[in-house]
């Protein structure tokens, strides 16, 4: 039997070789490596290396690990990352709002965290949605435009083009 850390370095690899869509799948995953596991190893397994499950495209779900996301301040991951997972970017005042889909938002405000992204003060993320907070000196829109582009998306016409009361109507 491997020990914990072992183990770890397996499943972290296991991850990021497979749809892995279930514990049962990472036991026959673990099984295929010559390793017998129980499913409550399983489980604390994947909580201590911060797997989470991710919806994919399809509608399933499958084992990602957030540190996938990034592994320090490398923009390329970041980039790919944004790719990956944001589907639309949007600003207001100081604020850059980063869609997802569901239980994906995590991963990316993480990738902005570790990569340390100039501008960037703070991140939240809820489960399909991360606001970033632009620094002083900065504007939300300027951020959404550099997420916009690093996530393969153009870049949201100015929302001050069209006049506020042209975009307000009354509610009968």
Do not use: W
């Not at 390329?76 to 994906?104: E, H, I, K, W």
């Not at 501008?119 to 907070?133: C, E, K």
């Amino acid at each position: 039997m491997p020990s914990k850390r072992e183990r770890h370095t397996v499943l972290r690899r296991l991850i990021r070789d497979q749809d892995l869509h279930s514990q049962a799948d990472v036991v026959h995953a673990f099984a295929d490596e010559g390793i017998t596991v129980h499913l409550a190893t399983v489980s604390r397994d994947l909580t201590d290396i911060g797997a989470v499950k991710l919806r994919t495209s399809t509608g399933g779900s499958v084992y990602r690990l957030t540190e996938d996301a990034v592994d320090g301040p490398d923009t390329a991951q970041l980039d790919d990352t944004l790719r990956r997972f944001v589907v639309a970017v949007a600003a207001s005042g100081n604020l850059a709002v980063l869609r997802t889909p569901p239980a994906c938002a995590q991963p990316v405000a993480r990738a902005i965290d570790v990569a340390r992204v100039g501008g960037v003060i703070a991140t939240v993320s809820g489960d399909d949605t991360v606001l970033v907070v632009a620094a002083e000196g900065y504007s939300g829109r300027e951020l959404a435009d550099e997420f916009a582009i690093r996530a393969g998306r153009a870049p949201e016409p100015d929302a001050g083009t069209t006049p506020r009361s042209a975009s307000l109507r009354s509610v009968p």
